[in-house]
């Protein structure tokens, strides 16, 4: 195993530990839209570890892929849970003032 394989798997266990958690309330149809955009970031961000550090093996470039997609697409969709909490409080607080005691 090259030094690069190394590097990708360890990468990848920290990714997987780390968002397994989120994966888990995220729907799936949301997880599979934000890793489909984030290919082009994948691997441009592959790309530079491989020039950094020596070319990897096409199953560490696989999981270092797979990875990086699903760590972008759990960011995306804790933004786009956080700007809907928001969007709800704040027309929460617009009904507040409009509640008329009988």
């Excluded at 799936?28 to 441009?44: G, I, M, N, T």
């Excluded at 020596?54 to 697409?73: H, I, K, R």
Aim: a positive charge.
């Amino acid at each position: 195993m090259e030094r690069t394989d190394v590097i990708i798997v360890l990468i990848a266990v920290v990714t997987l530990v780390v968002m397994a958690k989120p994966l888990q309330s995220t729907p799936f149809w949301l997880v599979l839209v934000l890793a489909a955009v984030s290919y082009p970031l994948d691997r441009k961000l592959l790309s530079a570890l491989e020039s950094a550090t020596g070319p990897g093996s096409t199953w560490a470039s696989s999981v270092f892929t797979v990875n990086t997609g699903l760590a972008f697409a759990v960011l995306g969709s804790l933004v786009i849970r956080g700007v809907k909490s928001f969007r709800g409080t704040r027309a929460e607080r617009r009904d507040r003032g409009l509640e008329i005691d009988v």
